[in-house]
């Protein structure tokens, strides 16, 4: 494997400007080009349904599968994976959540309702939504620190179902994401990314 090059900058050079600017450039025309795939994956899927998001997942994660239940996770196998984490592990996505989850219940939003002198009941009402669907990043880009910050504040808001999906490429499983997964209490697990 090549050694990494790492580039320093130094804030006070004459031409710091010009060098950040270079190496943080976005090139808007490959932003447009992930825009334009995306849309005509969406819309393929809209069309074909199961069966373009098999097609996708065979492509893309080189997972072969003839049913969408095939893809899908058994909460069992979430909690096995949290049981076979070392104390170490678990204890971190322990603390992580908790932390996650005492946080998130602050921000509770709460119903409200006066009258104005008219007569007018005026106010907020707060609900969650009946479900929701997290991607959580996969492959080489596994963070169960995404699990954690998405279901949870989700699961503090009343959300009564939560479905995620994940990328497995190659039907390799990220434990601690599983892990995370079944920390966080989540409904449904799809491999599919």
């Known amino acids: 494997m090549a050694a990494l090059a790492v580039r320093r900058l130094d804030t006070n050079a004459p031409d710091f400007g010009a060098a950040l600017a270079a190496l943080t450039h976005w090139d808007i025309a490959a932003d447009e080009a992930v825009v334009g795939a995306t849309r005509a994956i969406l819309a393929d899927v809209r069309k074909r349904g199961d069966a373009a998001v098999l097609e996708y997942t065979a492509r893309f994660d080189r997972v072969t599968a003839s049913s969408l239940e095939e893809l899908t996770l058994a909460t069992s196998e979430l909690d096995r994976s949290l049981s076979a984490l070392s104390g170490d592990d678990r204890s971190a ?66 959300v009564g179902e939560i479905t995620v999906t994940f990328p497995t490429p190659d039907g390799v499983k990220n434990p601690m994401v599983l892990a995370a997964l079944s920390i966080a209490g989540v409904d449904r697990v799809y491999t599919i990314g």
């Open 93 to 158: 996505l322990q603390f992580a959540a908790d932390r996650i989850r005492a946080f998130h219940e602050h921000q509770i939003g709460r119903s409200w309702e006066i009258e104005d002198e008219f007569g007018n009941r005026l106010g907020s009402r707060v609900t969650a939504l009946d479900r929701v669907g997290v991607y959580v990043p996969g492959g080489q880009a596994a963070y169960p620190s995404s699990v954690l910050m998405t279901v949870i504040p989700a699961r503090v808001a009343g």
